[in-house]
């Protein structure tokens, strides 16, 4: 639910009944272990106890009766027996539809332990029902929020709700997801940023994001739009880093607004069959296929970040680019087809996702050159280092057909040549924002490309994403432009905060100068940052001939009290050679101090 931008629409609580299903034939005498499921073994755990039945668990429930049938028809395969099984001492856990499919005999019905088993389902859409929710249907709301880990939190949050009467059904706490959190880090950073704080400094351990969070799902028993949740929900979203509606939707099964229609309509259509047993149904599963789906990727500029990114594509995708230099070479190197870029329309025939990766100040330009006729139904997907000025861009080019994504892989010292390509994305962020999404299953293909490499796949605006990412990014592009070869000379030893600089000195080297540009011109604080550098870069100077100045100073001193010492030794001495009255028989004062001069060690 957090990944996708979906909603709930509807709940259903479905009463779960397991049957006991063997081969046609078979005695229950007989049967001497039952496969199914962990779980639904242990709900049926007493029932096999009692008749001395084994279990051994198995991946799933109707798998289980398909090993069974594969077995009868001695099939070799995935779905095979476990060992010591045969379909004459073996049964199944499974429903009973499970058993008229797969042909096996229903030796028992409802087995389970408890017979108030049930399993509540969420039916989930892209758009909601809760306009269509009136004081009438019961209504249900679900929702999902984090906050601080501060003593008492969660009971504020529950006072939310309990303070305006709002009734609550459920709540259960979850492991937060990677997204997620990286998302409160990134907010975090910047919070810390504003309050003239920075990245890594000192602050207590107790205000720092400990290393695993929980997020809390909620059920209230009324709709979002009621004026007591409503009052309920900004209360906790002022207390709360994070807070997403799930959907507010009919309790108890119940069906509203398109949902109900698209029902009705289904139930006419299955009527209407001219088999009954012949429901219309889903087959397969869009996570059932998606290993095998194919992507047709195309890269608009294959410059170095191009390049990078073909060679991170898995090998059951097509590849192809176009550009305005010749990059036959480059691209036959990586298995990508090369397009001139007198062919573009042939370039974005067939293509599903296509991916710009030019310099920033190139974009506007190269997106209105393209023939926006063949950009409809497909993905365009942006890579510049700041996303609000491509995101409006793209917006406004783009015809309403096609997918919007605008993305910022953070890969860093990774593209750099002297480093090897084999390299994992294992931990390097990827920001991303779904602008304008209607193939879902496309947009999460590609993702998933980054995501499967370990990337921290952060969702974030393209706002926040410049808010938190822009000045970061500038200052550290202007810093490993200033740094050259002569101010970073190889070293056969050297600290960890060296090495961090020729990284940075690396990664900057291999971005065009284009790029930096961008960054800059596209960056309101851009300039402001620059004034601070040289202001930073004054102060250090002024403390430096500050600080060469006070020694000096020191040293003249020091020089200054020793000439006091030596006058103030001659007028002793001449005052107690006076009053010795051995004027004439003693060396005189200035004599002896010459005498020490000369000779220092007497």
């Not at 709709?223 to 007591?228: P, V």
């Amino acid at each position: 639910m957090l990944r996708y931008d979906l909603t709930i629409v509807a709940e259903h609580d479905f009463r779960v009944r397991h049957c006991l299903l063997a081969k046609p034939g078979v005695e229950m005498k007989n049967v001497k272990y039952a496969i199914s499921h962990s779980q639904a073994l242990s709900q049926c755990d007493n029932y096999l106890r009692g008749r001395g039945i084994t279990p051994i668990a198995t991946y799933d429930t109707a798998g289980s009766a398909k090993m069974i049938r594969n077995a009868m028809l001695k099939k070799e395969g995935q779905f095979t027996l476990p060992e010591g099984c045969t379909p004459e001492n073996t049964a199944a856990i499974a429903s009973d539809l499970a058993g008229t499919t797969f042909g096996l005999e229903c030796k028992e019905e409802g087995i389970e332990d408890d017979d108030s088993n049930f399993t509540r389902f969420l039916l989930l859409g892209r758009t909601g029902v809760v306009q269509h929710l009136n004081k009438k249907i019961p209504s249900k709301t679900s929702l999902v929020f984090t906050f601080p880990n501060n003593a008492g939190s969660l009971y504020k949050a529950l006072a939310c709700f309990s303070l305006r009467d709002v009734d609550m059904s459920k709540i259960e706490s979850r492991p937060m997801s990677a997204g997620l959190l990286n998302y409160l880090r990134f907010k975090k950073t910047v919070t810390q940023l504003g309050g003239g704080g920075r990245t890594g400094s000192n602050i207590p351990s107790s205000q720092e994001l400990p290393r695993f969070r929980y997020c809390f799902y909620l059920d209230i028993l009324q709709s979002e739009l009621d004026e007591e949740v409503q009052n309920a929900l900004h209360h906790l979203r002022e207390q709360s880093d994070y807070c997403r509606i799930l959907g507010s939707y009919p309790a108890k099964s119940r069906l509203v607004g398109p949902v109900a229609e698209a029902v009705e309509a289904l139930k006419a259509a299955n009527a209407g069959t001219a088999v009954a047993s012949e429901d219309l149904r889903l087959n397969t599963l869009p996570s059932d296929v998606e290993d095998a789906r194919q992507l047709n990727i195309g890269f608009i500029g294959y410059g170095s970040f191009g390049q990078y990114l073909s060679k991170k594509m898995p090998s059951n995708h097509k590849l192809r680019c176009i550009d305005r230099l010749d990059k036959t070479k480059e691209a036959e190197g990586n298995g990508v087809d090369y397009y001139p870029i007198f062919e573009m329309t042939n370039f974005l025939d067939g293509l599903d996702v296509v991916v710009v990766t030019v310099p920033m100040i190139e974009l506007e330009e190269t997106i209105e050159s393209l023939p926006t006729d063949r950009l409809r139904n497909k993905l365009i997907v942006e890579s510049c280092p700041l996303n609000v000025y491509p995101r409006t861009i793209l917006s406004r080019v783009l015809p309403p057909e096609a997918d919007i994504l605008c993305t910022n892989p953070m890969f860093g010292p990774a593209i750099t040549d002297n480093r090897p390509n084999d390299l994992p994305l294992d931990g390097l962020p990827f920001v991303y924002e779904k602008v304008r999404i209607t193939d879902t299953r496309r947009a999460d293909s590609f993702l998933t490309i980054f995501e499967r490499a370990r990337c921290q796949m952060v969702e974030m605006s393209a706002e926040d994403h410049d808010a938190y990412v822009a000045d970061a990014e500038f200052v550290t592009h202007l810093t490993g432009r200033l740094l050259d070869s002569n101010l970073l000379p190889a070293t056969p030893v050297s600290s960890k905060e060296y090495s961090a600089l020729c990284d940075v000195a690396d990664m900057t080297a291999n971005d065009t100068f284009d790029l930096f540009y961008g960054m800059f011109r596209y960056n309101d604080r851009a300039k402001e940052l620059l004034n601070r550098m040289r202001e930073n870069l004054a102060s250090v100077e002024r403390k430096l001939a500050a600080k060469e100045a006070y020694l000096a100073a020191s040293s003249e001193m020091k020089n200054t009290d020793r000439q006091k010492l030596l006058a103030e030794c001659r007028m002793l001495l001449r005052e107690v050679a006076k009053s010795n009255g051995k004027e004439n028989n003693v060396p005189t004062i200035d004599t002896k101090v010459e005498s020490t001069k000369s000779n220092p060690q007497k």
